[in-house]
């Protein structure tokens, strides 16, 4: 027989298929308990025993791996939610030992084993990734889960239970609306992170629910999610008022309006990647601490903010103008296709995201109405290219020290390391190059004063680019060079100079 419960049935034998294409049977005994202290205690899976949700996690998983899958999956659905899940059944980045389990929940379970209670895993995820979890924690006696064409959630998990333990038969934990049938038919409802909505359904339906404790989400998280000190890049938005020297109310309204929709419009596109890379930033040691990797922002919530902050980022671009809208648009496909496609490609992933900076001091030019130069344009793309691969030589260098294999998620291997590191000086260095040449256009004649003062700016520009790559080959480097320039007290002391030395220059 295949039942839709693959773990052991209450007072009875059962049969437990092990696989799909074979089958293996085994047969366990189990009795009905006298007392209520060896009552069966269930578990439900996403967003209780784990603060994630499966079917996004391997939705979005596979979506990195092959974008053009999103027609199959809505092949699947159309089919019914069982069908999708069945085809996301074997994502090949999945990790049971990198989920974050929730110590309440995981507390609750040894203490239930300790006093000899049977404990069961029960999920509408697929039966593929529960037993991959039940197995991997080791403490349930089985476990129920959807299949190929049933998906167990709800009422029909409800009666799953009851068919399985009788009703009133067992205590159940959960957290969810999808929860609430089985609440009702539990001897005992426990809950964690439920809803405002579903916790006052339940204190309806169940009185005496026992809710655990967790740690909710603050603006804090909610900001980190958003990588709002990530928006320091998008002053790059005010850099052509700056080298034109524009300095009028009009010009900075405008310029400040284009930074609010770059930020809103990176701050989706920075969700959505975090998505895709779930796996893979928890195995990071410090992405895995980041909101959505680590549980803290439910992946649903995650998700429901992709397209808020995508169209308050078009409504503020469309009320700057047409033309800085069309720039927008572009910096979102461009981003787009970086978090499914380009990342992966060993040197256009670096290319692209240096063209990613320099489309913002475009937007910045098209949101003022200033026509901008070929000479910071290609400034902008060596010095940002030289960050971009400090940044893969960071990466490169922490898989390194650590022994860990070449990555998965870039086409890189970890013996590019020092390949890395000349391409990043060569980018620098080539920056610094086109500085000196801008220096000697007729173009600064018509813009400074006393353009000679501007090449004391390059000594700075060499000073800086060296000492980047030298605390990165020590290991001392933030990941994101950025990042790490924002912090640092020589690097904001170096930015303060150049900035006095072009305001004497002019």
Same mark, same amino acid.
């Given at each position: 027989m295949h039942r839709t419960a693959l773990g052991p049935r209450y007072g009875e034998s059962v049969e437990r298929p092990y696989e799909d294409d074979e089958t293996h049977w085994t047969t366990l005994e189990i009795e009905t308990p006298s007392t209520d202290k060896l009552r069966p205690l269930v578990v439900d899976l996403d967003g209780t025993l784990i603060a994630s949700?499966?079917?996004? %996690?391997?939705? *979005?998983?596979?979506? #990195?791996?092959?974008?053009?899958? &999103?027609?199959?999956?809505?092949? +699947?659905?159309?089919?019914?939610?069982?069908?999708?899940?069945?085809?996301?059944?074997?994502?090949?980045?999945?990790?049971?030992?990198?989920?974050?389990?929730?110590?309440?929940?995981?507390?609750?379970?040894?203490?239930?084993?300790?006093?000899?209670?049977?404990?069961?895993?029960?999920?509408?995820?697929?039966?593929?990734?529960?037993?991959s979890v039940?197995?991997?924690?080791?403490?349930?006696?089985?476990?129920?889960?959807?299949?190929?064409?049933?998906?167990?959630?709800?009422?029909?998990?409800?009666?799953?239970?009851?068919?399985?333990?009788? %009703?009133?038969? *067992?205590?159940?934990? #959960?957290?969810?609306?999808?929860? &609430?049938?089985?609440?009702?038919? +539990?001897?005992?409802?426990?809950?964690?992170?439920?809803?405002?909505?579903?916790?006052?359904?339940?204190?309806?339906q169940c009185p005496e629910a026992e809710h655990l404790s967790h740690v909710r989400p603050t603006w804090r998280t909610w900001a980190k999610m958003m990588r709002v000190h990530q928006y320091a890049k998008n002053a790059l938005i005010f850099l052509p008022i700056l080298a034109a020297h524009l300095f009028t109310v009009e010009a900075f309204a405008q310029a400040l309006l284009a930074f609010v929709a770059f930020s809103l419009c990176a701050s989706s596109i920075y969700i959505l990647n975090d998505l895709v890379d779930l796996q893979d930033d928890r195995g990071h040691r410090s992405k895995c601490k980041r909101p959505l990797p680590s549980g803290a922002i439910p992946l649903m919530h995650g998700v429901i903010a992709i397209p808020i902050l995508f169209l308050g980022a078009l409504a503020v671009g469309a009320a700057v103008s047409l033309p800085f809208l069309g720039v927008l648009l572009g910096y979102f496909a461009l981003t787009t296709a970086y978090s499914f496609a380009l990342k992966r490609m060993m040197v256009v992933d670096v290319i692209t995201l240096a063209g990613l900076?320099?489309?913002?001091?475009?937007?910045?030019?098209?949101?003022?109405?200033?026509?901008?130069?070929?000479?910071?344009?290609?400034?902008?793309?060596?010095?940002?290219?030289?960050?971009?691969?400090?940044?893969?030589?960071?990466?490169?260098a922490a898989r390194r020290d650590a022994n860990l294999p070449d990555p998965t998620s870039r086409d890189y291997k970890n013996s590019d390391l020092d390949i890395v590191a000349a391409l990043a000086a060569a980018a620098g260095f080539n920056a610094v190059t086109i500085f000196a040449l801008y220096i000697s256009s007729d173009t600064v004649n018509q813009l400074y004063s006393h353009p000679q003062i501007l090449w004391l700016v390059g000594p700075l520009l060499m000073f800086w680019i060296a000492r980047a790559l030298m605390l990165a080959g020590r290991r001392l480097m933030d990941d994101d060079p950025v990042v790490f320039a924002l912090k640092d007290r020589v690097s904001l002391m170096t930015v303060a100079a150049a900035a006095i030395l072009i305001v004497a220059a002019v």
């Open positions: 949700d499966l079917l996004i %996690e391997t939705a *979005f998983s596979e979506l #990195g791996r092959r974008p053009h899958s &999103l027609f199959e999956m809505l092949t +699947a659905l159309s089919k019914g939610k069982a069908a999708l899940k069945h085809r996301l059944s074997e994502p090949v980045d999945f990790d049971p030992s990198t989920l974050p389990y929730d110590p309440e929940v995981l507390a609750l379970i040894r203490q239930a084993r300790a006093e000899g209670r049977p404990v069961y895993l029960a999920s509408a995820s697929h039966q593929r990734l529960v037993e039940a197995n991997h924690i080791g403490e349930f006696t089985g476990w129920f889960a959807s299949n190929e064409t049933t998906n167990l959630a709800g009422a029909r998990k409800a009666q799953q239970l009851v068919e399985a333990f009788g %009703e009133r038969g *067992f205590d159940y934990v #959960g957290n969810d609306a999808a929860d &609430l049938p089985v609440w009702e038919k +539990a001897a005992k409802s426990i809950a964690i992170r439920t809803p405002a909505g579903v916790r006052k359904k339940l204190a309806r900076y320099s489309v913002r001091v475009i937007g910045g030019a098209v949101a003022t109405s200033i026509i901008v130069s070929e000479w910071l344009i290609a400034f902008c793309m060596m010095i940002f290219m030289s960050l971009a691969l400090i940044k893969r030589y960071v990466e490169l």
